[in-house]
């Protein structure tokens, strides 16, 4: 870890919010470890199942093995997207929380109708991801993404270390600056568990019902001009 960064900085109050602390020089293991070092047991890694998710998870278990993980499981998951979920934790021996806010689908159909993501997709990520995200992240300082700046527009600018108004807490970007071509050759040179949707087009994996195969984020609400579900 870049030694860079004073020791001090790592209990920072949250009068750094405006000025945190410049971690955008560090390598992705070292924003991991400064993560660690600052939040832990606060920490969280919110894990989607697809190939940055599977980086961080054995990037981070190398640092620390009693990192947190959790999924928001809306209960649309592809069937590739639970194998990976079960290799995932097969692989490395560590149990994924599975956050679902407590609404089935179900009960969601009976209170909004069948197919409530094709007629209103805000509302029912509200309901089925940022819900669940929020009660998720209760207690913690910082919560870990796999976000990168490559994939959208609407990343060109996230940072490896920010405030997170929306839920009142850091977002942690360690992939920020990593390029596909870095996810894929860490996956490989590791030989790590990945969603095999990836080999078949799928650049961005959600929802069944919202995700197609395509580049960058455009599968995504294909036609509906979303990009984000809510929670960035």
């Not at 928001?72 to 692989?91: C, I, N, S, V």
Request: charged share 25%.
């Amino acid at each position: 870890m870049a030694s860079s960064i004073a020791t001090s900085s790592l209990r920072a109050a949250p009068a750094d919010v405006e000025h945190p602390p410049d971690i955008e020089g560090l390598t992705a293991e070292e924003v991991l470890a400064y993560s660690v070092d600052r939040f832990h047991p606060g920490l969280k890694v919110a894990c989607s199942f697809q190939k940055e998710a599977s980086v961080i998870m054995h990037m981070l278990l190398q640092i620390e093995p009693d990192a947190k993980f959790f999924t928001l499981d809306t209960g649309l998951f592809f069937p590739e997207t639970y194998e990976t979920w079960k290799a995932l934790e097969a692989r490395y021996g560590i149990e994924i929380e599975s956050a679902h806010g407590g609404m089935s689908l179900a009960r969601q159909e009976a209170l909004h109708g069948p197919e409530f993501w094709n007629r209103d997709p805000e509302a029912c990520c509200g309901i089925r991801k940022v819900k669940p995200m929020r009660e998720a992240l209760v207690g913690c300082g910082a919560w870990v993404t796999g976000l990168r700046r490559d994939q959208s527009p609407t990343r060109a600018n996230a940072p490896k270390l920010g405030w997170d108004k929306k839920h009142g807490l850091w977002k942690v970007a360690p992939l920020a600056e990593w390029t596909d071509r870095d996810v894929w050759n860490y996956i490989v040179e590791h030989d790590i568990p990945y969603n095999e949707l990836h080999d078949r087009g799928y650049a961005s994996i959600g929802c069944t019902p919202c995700t197609q195969a395509g580049a960058g984020r455009e599968g995504r609400w294909s036609g509906t001009g979303r990009l984000e579900c809510g929670l960035h």
